[in-house]
């Protein structure tokens, strides 16, 4: 039961601060037409759900820290999935970043444009990208031989 009360109050809160969250969006939407300045609006869509995705593993992850379970950290996992979702975040942000004259290679461009053109790609890699820097601590409990994970002192 008390388990069950624990996570029933992480629900909880992180649905607080989803609403939060989403409220403030709002206001970001409504500033940024006022100002004619998306810059913000986009970057919060970017961070935002990374700590959501933070905070749906960090139960789990205090857990296991508390218990002394964590002995490392998963490169692989961290490079094969929060890497890629990292560098999507990157390229929703790339068209607001004062890059000079240098411009955006028609491809990129064309990327860009295919991946964002609404907010469900950067909500995805950023749910993905939280999640996965908190799931890459490497378990005690988790197996291999452990010779890819650089153990913590």
């Not at 609006?41 to 970017?46: F, P, Q, R, S």
């Not at 890059?99 to 909500?123: E, K, N, R, V, W």
């Amino acid at each position: 039961m008390k388990r069950f009360l624990y996570y029933l109050a992480w629900s909880i809160g992180i649905g607080v601060i989803v609403y939060a969250g989403l409220q403030f969006q709002q206001s970001l939407v409504v500033r940024s037409q006022e100002t004619f300045n998306p810059v913000p609006l986009w970057v919060y869509i970017a961070i935002f759900p990374i700590a959501i995705g933070l905070l749906m593993r960090l139960p789990k992850f205090l857990q296991e820290r508390r218990e002394r379970r964590i002995i490392g950290f998963d490169w692989s996992k961290f490079l094969a999935i929060g890497l890629p979702s990292f560098i999507i975040l990157i390229l929703a942000v790339s068209p607001f970043l004062q890059l000079g004259d240098m411009g955006m290679p028609q491809l990129l461009s064309s990327l860009h444009l295919i991946l964002f053109s609404g907010t469900t790609a950067q909500t995805i890699a950023g749910l993905v990208f939280g999640y996965v820097l908190l799931d890459s601590f490497k378990r005690e409990d988790a197996g291999g031989s452990g010779s890819h994970y650089y153990r913590a002192s």
